[in-house]
């Protein structure tokens, strides 16, 4: 089933995940089949796939479950490049996954890391 919106304000966490979504797929993204095909990419139990030659552009991120191998689609979503406020809803399901894009996409800055990993590090 199909939900068509044209308004960021009714699901604005949607329209992140998609933001975010598309941000890391093109930073990390490898090309599937030939370059024109689609991206993929896959970090910390989320695959994103990407369709930026298909009209309606299409993307797609699955994670996964409590099993190692079970995934389950938690976005699919449709919009016209022209037109990116109205998007075609097919699956969204809040959840966990979302706090784990944005983790991917926007870690800490690299002075907190180098600030703990000097505390670990340093002797008594």
Do not use: C
């Amino acid at each position: 089933m199909k939900i068509l919106t044209d308004d960021p304000d009714w699901a604005p966490t949607l329209y992140e995940a998609r933001a975010l979504a598309i941000r890391f797929v093109r930073k990390h993204g490898r090309s599937q089949h030939n370059p024109s095909a689609f991206l993929v990419a896959e970090r910390d139990g989320l695959t994103v796939a990407y369709h930026p030659h298909r009209s309606p552009l299409l993307l797609t991120i699955d994670a996964s479950g409590q099993a190692a191998e079970a995934r389950e689609r938690v976005l699919s979503i449709e919009w016209k490049e022209g037109d990116a406020w109205r998007v075609a809803i097919e699956t969204y399901h809040p959840g966990r996954w979302e706090s784990r894009l944005k983790t991917i996409v926007h870690p800490r800055p690299w002075l907190e890391r180098w600030r703990a990993m000097a505390l670990f590090t340093a002797s008594a």
